[in-house]
C-alpha cells in the first residue's frame, strides 16, 4: 500500500515536471502568432490544468483506474480510456469538475467489459 502512494507521489510530481518544462519552452519566432494558433499563456494554462486533472484522478479514492488519458484545450478537458464501471466514468466526471481552471469535460470514457 505504501509502494502504491510513492508511485502515484512519483507519477504526479513527473507530471508537474513535465508541464513546467513544456510550457517553459519559448520560440524563436518572433512574428506574433496567428489568430486560430493557441498562445503561449493558453499552452501553459492548459498544461497545467492537465497535470492537476491527472494528479487528481491519480489520488481519487473513488476512481479505479489507471488507463486514463487527459487532453485540455482551451480549458475543455477531454477524457479517454477505460474504467471498471460507469460509476467509475462518473466519478472521473466529478474530481475533473472540480479542478481549478476546467470549464468544461468531455468524457469519453468507455466501461470496460467485464471478464
Known amino acids: 500500500m505504501k509502494r502504491i502512494l510513492i508511485l ?10 513535465f508541464a513546467l518544462l513544456a510550457g517553459a519552452q519559448t520560440t524563436t ?8 494558433s493557441e498562445s503561449m499563456g493558453q499552452h501553459v494554462d492548459d498544461a497545467t490544468i492537465t497535470t492537476k486533472v491527472k494528479a487528481e484522478l491519480l489520488g481519487a479514492k473513488n476512481v479505479k483506474s489507471e488507463h486514463i488519458h487527459v ?7 477531454s477524457l479517454t480510456g477505460t ?16 479542478v481549478s481552471g476546467v470549464t468544461s469535460v468531455k468524457n469519453h470514457l468507455k ?3 467485464a471478464s
Open 8 to 17: 502515484k507521489t512519483a507519477a504526479g510530481a513527473a507530471c508537474m515536471t
Open 29 to 36: 519566432n518572433s512574428s506574433a502568432p496567428a489568430a486560430s
Open 71 to 77: 487532453k485540455t484545450r482551451k480549458g475543455v478537458v
Open 83 to 98: 474504467v471498471p464501471s460507469a460509476e467509475d466514468r462518473d466519478n472521473a466526471r466529478q474530481v475533473v469538475e472540480g
Open 111 to 113: 466501461v470496460s467489459a
